[in-house]
């Protein structure tokens, strides 16, 4: 029996060294922008809730505005006055706000999160888009799959729901006073103990296995009914509706293939976080000799804390050390993420080849002809 997740492995090779080589500058700025801003997997979709976290925080900080004026003021000797009096009006301008401009700062850092969400998986279906014809464009492809991005993102939203109420209702069983805490009364499981036990056995079965599924489902929706969709020009419905049409009897294959990968995500993430540790170490031990050299006409190391002028070449120094880390690293996220991109289309591709927007040109003939039989 042939494992398509194992045979993949070097179709992916193969399929990464003839996409992003020979090398070409414009073609890789745009990969590499890709690759920094689409979404993988479907665990962005969780990330909506925190803009609300950050919001509640400024509604709160309200009532904190006197504890942080007494440690201004208990500390003042060593905080520059220029940035205490920042520090002091920017609480007062938080305390000022009223109940529905926090709700309004709220939802609209959520709406801005969900577009934002909605523009990654966008740029995910435009990578798929330049494996299947080898061309790498933003714009066009971009507005014409943001409508497929769209009905990703809500069928996400909806699974995560439906996964996420078991889970919550067993939060609710076992403490009431979760959902006390925003307002709302519930009295949670009576009864003798044996019942409450049972009771808590089979809603922890239920809250886990549906918790398991939807992580199946998700990582199926953004691995492999994602890539279908762009291949046959379709809505997430009828994406599944073929991905499922083709792996009625192929669950091996798909078991075979989470196990694969897993070990292959492993594998290239410990080689991406090597590089970004050396490349970070180079570029830490660089910041620090230009912040040496910075400090000498500033007056001294404490200079560059203790004032205006040292607290600007500082945060430049920082904002430039990022940037440097972020734009040295980017050929290996390139590469990690075009390798892990091209691993499940080629699977994809072995289970069913008209559901895999890989491009003939990307393929050898030989493979080519294996993955057709």
Avoid: N
Avoid at 198 to 216: H, M, S
Avoid at 265 to 290: K, N, P
């Amino acid at each position: 029996m042939t494992w398509h997740a194992v045979d993949a492995l070097d179709r992916a090779v193969d399929t990464t060294r003839r996409f992003l080589f020979p090398f070409e500058a414009v073609r890789w700025a745009k990969l590499a922008f890709l690759a920094l801003v689409m979404a993988g997997g479907g665990a962005g979709v969780s990330g909506v809730g925190v803009p609300g976290a950050a919001s509640s925080s400024f509604g709160a900080s309200s009532g904190r505005a006197g504890a942080w004026s007494e440690f201004a003021a208990t500390e003042s000797e060593s905080v520059p006055a220029e940035v205490e009096r920042a520090v002091s009006t920017a609480a007062e301008l938080l305390a000022g706000l009223d109940a529905v401009l926090l709700v309004g700062i709220a939802v609209g850092a959520v709406l801005v999160a969900v577009a934002l969400l909605a523009c990654s998986i966008a740029f995910r279906l435009v990578f798929y888009d330049a494996l299947a014809t080898t061309e790498v464009a933003l714009w066009r492809p971009f507005r014409d799959r943001f409508r497929q991005a769209l009905g990703l993102l809500a069928f996400s939203a909806v699974l995560a729901v439906a996964t996420g109420v078991p889970v919550l209702a067993l939060v609710v069983a076992v403490d009431p006073a979760a959902l006390r805490a925003v307002g709302v009364s519930f009295g949670g499981l009576t009864g003798s103990s044996t019942i409450v036990t049972a009771a808590l056995g089979a809603l922890a079965v239920v809250a886990l296995g549906t918790a398991l599924i939807g992580t199946v489902a998700s990582r199926l929706t953004f691995e492999f009914v994602a890539p279908a969709m762009v291949a046959r020009d379709v809505g997430v419905l009828d994406g599944w509706r073929a991905v499922w049409a083709s792996f009625r009897g192929s669950w091996g294959q798909v078991v075979a293939y989470f196990v694969v990968h897993a070990v292959v995500a492993a594998g290239v993430g410990i080689v991406q976080a090597i590089a970004v540790a050396f490349v970070g170490g180079v570029v830490a031990v660089t910041g620090l000799v230009a912040l040496l050299l910075a400090a000498v006409p500033l007056g001294g190391v404490e200079a560059l804390i203790g004032t205006t002028a040292g607290v600007i070449v500082l945060a430049t120094v920082l904002g430039c050390a990022v940037v440097a880390v972020v734009v040295l690293t980017l050929p290996v996220t390139l590469l990690v993420g075009t390798y892990l991109t091209a691993y499940e289309v080629s699977t994809l591709a072995g289970i069913d080849p008209d559901l895999a927007p890989l491009s003939p040109a990307l393929v050898a003939p030989e493979e080519s002809a294996s993955v057709s039989e």
